[in-house]
Each structure stands twice: as structure tokens, then as C-alpha cells.
């Protein structure tokens, strides 16, 4: 079950990814600042826990969920804001919210069945 959890996690990651550089790189690139500084800003700090994710590690799934839950409130804030596409924010919340579940529900069934391997379940 654990391996569900896993993809689930990494689709919502890779989802919000790819999401935020179509959105401001395309969709709708920034006017005052540059594209790259936004897309720095934004979807720099998605490489942190990429190595980790990708190896499956737990520890890196967990604290990969805070970090989902910043992106979660960066969508919050574009969608009750003035914009001309909510849309975009819409998806940006989605996609954060599945890599949140994925990550948090992930952790939880590799450790049942790490305990269950075990014997302690």
C-alpha cells in the first residue's frame, strides 16, 4: 500500500512542478519581475526534497509535507486575490494537497509495514 501512497505523492509533486513553471514561465509570466527570479523564488525550493523523494525515504516525505503546505497557502493566497484566472491557483492548491496526503499517508504506511516485517504488529 505504501507504494500507492509513494506515487500519489510524487504525482502531486511533480504536478505542482511542472504547474508552476507553465504558470509563470507561460501562462502568465510575471510584469514587474523577472521570470527568473519568480521561478526561483517558487519552484527553487521544490528541489530540496526531490533526491529524497525520488529514493523513497520516509524522513524526506515527512518534512516534504511542510513544505507542501507552504505551496498549499502561496494557491490560497492567489486564489482570493484579484486575479483574472483563479483557475491556476485552483490547480496549484490541488496538486499541493495530493502531495500532502501522498507524503503524510505514505510515511504512515511504510512505518506499519516496516513494524509488521518486524513483528511488532
Known amino acids: 500500500m505504501s507504494?500507492?501512497?509513494r506515487w500519489v505523492a510524487l504525482t502531486g509533486y511533480f504536478g505542482l512542478f511542472g504547474w508552476l513553471l507553465l504558470w509563470?514561465?507561460?501562462l502568465e509570466p510575471p510584469g514587474r519581475l523577472p521570470v527568473a527570479l519568480v521561478l526561483l523564488a517558487l519552484v527553487?525550493?521544490?528541489l530540496w526534497p526531490l533526491r529524497g523523494l525520488l529514493h523513497g525515504r520516509p524522513y524526506t516525505h515527512a518534512w516534504a509535507g511542510f513544505l507542501a503546505l507552504f505551496y498549499f497557502t502561496v494557491g490560497v493566497f492567489h486564489a482570493a486575490g484579484p486575479m483574472g484566472r483563479p483557475w491556476l491557483a485552483?490547480?496549484?492548491?490541488g496538486f499541493s494537497v495530493l502531495w500532502f496526503v501522498g507524503a503524510i499517508l505514505y510515511v504512515?504506511?511504510?512505518s506499519r509495514e516496516l513494524a509488521r516485517r518486524q513483528?511488532?504488529?
Open 119 to 121: 513483528g511488532l504488529l
Open 108 to 110: 504512515r504506511a511504510h
Open 24 to 26: 509563470f514561465a507561460w
Open 44 to 46: 527553487g525550493p521544490l
Open 3 to 5: 507504494r500507492f501512497w
Open 90 to 93: 485552483w490547480l496549484e492548491i
